[in-house]
T-cell receptor, first 115, second 113 residues
Framework: DTGVSQDPRHKITKRGQNVTFRCDPI?????LYWYRQTLGQGPEFLTY????????KSRLLSDRFSAERPKGSFSTLEIQRTEQGDSAMYLC?????????????FGAGSRLTVL | AQSVTQLDSHVSVSEGTPVLLRCNYS??????LFWYVQHPNKGLQLLLK??????LVKGINGFEAEFKKSETSFHLTKPSAHMSDAAEYFC???????????FGDGTTLTVKP
């Protein structure tokens, strides 16, 4: 297993365009998470899935953001009508989902720049 | 609700001297606590974890942390800093059975030769 993979690694887009990021978790992991990290800040929780079910969404996640995990394997995070404030590193992580040991394995991230 | 406060945004030490990175947490339930490290242009890597077993936890690269419930603290220490320890360190709390993990704002560790 090669760990958590994210694609693309870098995305530059113009304001108002839509972007989509993909995350492939560790295959045996049930939980998949999306976080956002801006310069000088810690990762900020966006949403997470248990298998294909989206169990929690941050109140910070506007309706321009949508995430899916259709078959309980890979996940996509789409941002519609991007704004300059969406510029950040988008991190995906997965975990086995065992209670009491929520150890996250992170991907390298997808860096978004909105011009 | 859960939250984490990292008490120092920057820590600077000389190579070979001890490292102390401070973290206080707030949790409604019995927490799991973690330290992650992020080197420049690299992904987040788990250093160590506390999950209600031994209160003194040993991690990779000589780091350790002590869970103190009475002080709601989980400070990270290392007896002797190495140049390769220079990085950003994040303290993380996760309530048992909770989905999300909450990160602190990070502490930047600088190691001087």
């Amino acid at each position: 297993d090669t760990g958590v993979s994210q694609d693309p690694r870098h995305k530059i887009t113009k304001r108002g365009q839509n972007v989509t990021f993909r995350c492939d978790p560790i295959s045996e992991h049930n939980r998949l998470y999306w976080y956002r990290q801006t310069l000088g800040q810690g990762p900020e929780f966006l949403t997470y899935f248990q298998n294909e079910a989206q169990l929690e969404k941050s109140r910070l996640l506007s309706d321009r953001f949508s995430a899916e995990r259709p078959k309980g394997s890979f996940s996509t995070l789409e941002i519609q009508r991007t704004e300059q404030g969406d510029s950040a590193m988008y991190l995906c992580a997965s975990s086995p989902g065992v209670s009491g040991a929520n150890v996250l394995t992170f991907g390298a991230g997808s860096r978004l720049t909105v011009l | 609700a859960q939250s984490v406060t990292q008490l120092d945004s920057h820590v600077s030490v000389s190579e070979g001297t001890p490292v102390l990175l401070r973290c206080n947490y707030s949790s409604s339930y019995s927490p799991s606590l973690f330290w992650y490290v992020q080197h420049p242009n690299k992904g987040l890597q788990l250093l160590l974890k506390y999950t209600s077993a031994a209160t003194l936890v040993k991690g990779i690269n000589g780091f350790e942390a002590e869970f103190k419930k009475s002080e709601t603290s989980f400070h990270l220490t290392k007896p002797s800093a190495h140049m390769s320890d220079a990085a950003e360190y994040f303290c993380v709390v996760s309530d048992i059975n909770a989905g999300k993990s909450t990160f602190g704002d990070g502490t930047t560790l600088t190691v001087k030769p």
